[in-house]
């Protein structure tokens, strides 16, 4: 079932008659978009292409439209505004799948602002992806103008593709038997394998980096894991699965490039819950699963049930490493052990293995380590020699993973392993997930963790300090008191990525103070101008819950008051004077983690607020409160 990547929209009776799943799109309407899509590009002449897609199926066929026609692509993470900036900056084509029903908008915003940097052309097409068609939003001055190129075949893109292949790049140099139109000539359906990719880093180690890549190394690390797990000879698949983002390397690498050449169908859409995940797969004979360490850990011992067993084929897991619980979990649960993936967005893929023995660097990765044992690669893929800062132990063919270089921190003329430190505290009962790293503000030795359910019992019923003494008599054990956390964050999750890394910029936020708040959502629920619906969860770390109950955490009531007050100003417009209170109730206490509705009723001909807090076992708070504009009212 293998196929080059720069084969794949040659016509091939070797190839899978489909390429997704979940709805079916079979591989002559696929080719035919693709084509179409090529065409588009050939008349359109942009610089480069953004791709922002749920949809991994379509992701593929954009990836494809724009490495026969040499197009450069720009990957953003995200739609975080800087990202949104950063490809208008780089792109003239938005492509995407219409799953963001905002995204026309956004980009327009992002690249006026482009514009206005004079960093970019500030005009900028939206293209939306069908299976049979494009979708053109007008520039950005005029966004509500939509045209459907639909008239643009399959044949005639071919024709078009054959009449411009003379003129265009020539995509790679090939033998005679790979030229179907003659000898010299590049077969106008081959892609150009000089083609570049635009990444972002996930910042988890500092600030994001841009990587650029070429089509010709996405293929050439493919085909190294074809070689390494013999793909080529293994039975067909109902679909790959996947877990992770097209838009980030991983997922780009293995749901998109390593599905079209190992003729896997795509799951189209993104599993981001363990529930999505099992539910996809679960109809399938036989699936391969990416998937992430964090996904894989939340599958937990009761999800994967015996019909799964012997149905997955392989299952791939990166961006974070695999605890040994989880991949003996997942053998014993479905038959199979992980494929662990050691790599970055800089090198692509490294190097993998099954269980906790060494790492094996794949075909044609070179590697040795610097003066301090720090891994260096070099591979067709990375773009030459590449100095990473994890430190290893060597292991006959292999390596062992010690820790990242910049991860090791000397405190007190002692060296501390941060991640020595995580591991450390996640093997109490009362830690779900963790991270150490230095305070921004204090810059000692601080922790952000999460608690699991035992854990948050008991910093409901014994109190912060009973809790984080605790941790801290469990780190003594193993570690010199110099590595004891001194600041301690306990949040709700951990501002992981849809990769499971941790931004630092992320991290170090929730360093910069205790909340006073839950952060309220509000709901959406046709209530009218005057009435209001917001839900919260009540954070471990409060900020007033320091010398109050300190055995018995809970919120005071003038605080309850304050929320009510304060989400009302953000709903409504209030008078800013309170005069008074009228029928102030507090029934149940607020505890620590507790999940809340907050309800609100203005009426402003009377300068009354009405509200209502509703906890998990009840209202907790209710009452209505007098405002005027004047004190003396």
């Not at 890549?213 to 690390?221: G, H, I, L, R, S």
């Not at 097209?246 to 749901?255: A, D, K, N």
């Not at 001909?605 to 209505?624: H, T, Y």
């Amino acid at each position: 079932m293998w196929c080059p990547l720069q084969r794949l929209l040659l016509d091939s009776q070797m190839q899978p008659a489909r390429v997704g799943v979940e709805p079916e799109w079979t591989r002559a309407d696929f080719v035919a978009q693709a084509l179409r899509v090529a065409a588009r590009l050939r008349e359109t002449r942009p610089r480069a292409v953004a791709l922002h897609f749920s949809d991994a199926a379509r992701m593929a066929c954009a990836f494809l439209a724009c490495a026969h026609e040499g197009v450069a692509m720009v990957l953003p993470p995200n739609l975080a505004a800087d990202n949104l900036v950063w490809a208008c900056e780089q792109a003239d084509v938005w492509m995407t799948d219409g799953n963001t029903p905002d995204l026309a908008r956004d980009v327009a915003n992002a690249a006026q602002a482009a514009a206005d940097a004079q960093a970019g052309r500030g005009n900028i097409e939206v293209w939306q992806l069908t299976d049979e068609a494009i979708l053109v939003e007008a520039r950005h001055g005029s966004l509500s103008a939509q045209t459907a190129q639909t008239a643009q075949t399959a044949q005639t893109a071919q024709t078009a593709q054959t009449a411009h292949a003379a003129e265009r790049r020539a995509p790679c140099s090939t033998s005679h038997a790979d030229d179907p139109e003659g000898a010299g000539q590049v077969p106008a359906h081959l892609l150009n394998l000089d083609t570049e990719v635009w990444l972002k880093t996930s910042g988890s180690t500092g600030q994001p980096q841009i990587i650029g890549k070429t089509v010709a190394q996405f293929q050439a690390e493919a085909e190294a894991l074809a070689q390494c797990w013999g793909l080529a000879d293994e039975a067909p698949v109902d679909a790959v699965v996947g877990s992770v983002s097209p838009q980030h390397l991983y997922g780009l690498s293995f749901r998109v490039v390593l599905a079209l050449c190992a003729g896997w169908p795509i799951h189209r859409m993104q599993c981001v819950y363990p529930e999505s995940l099992l539910a996809a797969a679960l109809p399938m004979h036989r699936s391969v699963w990416i998937s992430s360490p964090m996904l894989l850990d939340a599958l937990g011992e009761d999800r994967v049930g015996p019909r799964l067993r012997g149905s997955v084929s392989r299952l791939v897991s990166s961006a974070g490493g695999l605890s040994a619980a989880t991949s003996e979990r997942l053998h014993r649960q479905l038959g199979i052990l992980p494929d662990e993936i050691y790599g970055s967005t800089e090198t692509g893929v490294i190097a993998h293995r099954q269980g906790s023995g060494p790492w094996q660097p794949l075909p044609s990765v070179q590697h040795g380590t610097d003066a301090e044992g720090a891994l260096w690669v070099d591979s067709p893929w990375s773009g030459g020699r590449r100095q990473l800062a994890d430190l290893v132990s060597p292991q006959g063919s292999g390596f062992m993973l010690e820790g990242r270089r910049d991860r090791i921190i000397k405190l007190a003329d002692k060296r501390v392993s941060l991640a020595h430190v995580e591991v450390t505290l996640k093997e109490h009962a009362w830690v779900a997930d963790g991270a150490c790293g230095l305070s921004p503000v204090h810059k000692r030795l601080a922790v952000a963790l999460v608690l699991s359910p035992e854990g948050a019992t008991a910093w409901r019923e014994q109190g912060r300090a009973s809790v984080l003494n605790a941790l801290r008599d469990h780190l003594r054990g193993s570690l010199d008191v110099v590595a004891l956390p001194r600041s301690w964050r306990v949040v709700h999750r951990l501002p992981r990525d849809v990769q499971g890394k941790l931004p630092l910029a992320a991290w170090q936020r929730l360093f910069e103070a205790r909340p006073l708040a839950p952060e309220w959502v509000r709901l959406e629920d046709g209530a009218g101008d005057r009435q209001a619906r917001f839900s919260g969860q009540v954070p471990w770390d409060l900020v007033h819950f320091a010398g109050h109950f300190a055995e018995f955490p809970l919120v005071p009531g003038v605080v309850e008051l304050d929320w009510a007050i304060t989400q009302a100003r953000t709903a409504f417009t209030l008078p800013p004077h309170l005069i008074r209170t009228e029928a102030l109730k507090f029934r149940q206490f607020v505890r620590p983690g507790d999940t809340l509705e907050l309800t609100l009723d203005w009426q402003p001909d009377r300068g009354r607020l009405v509200f209502e807090l509703k906890g998990p076992e009840g209202i907790c708070a209710s009452g209505r409160l007098v405002l005027a504009a004047h004190r003396e009212s």
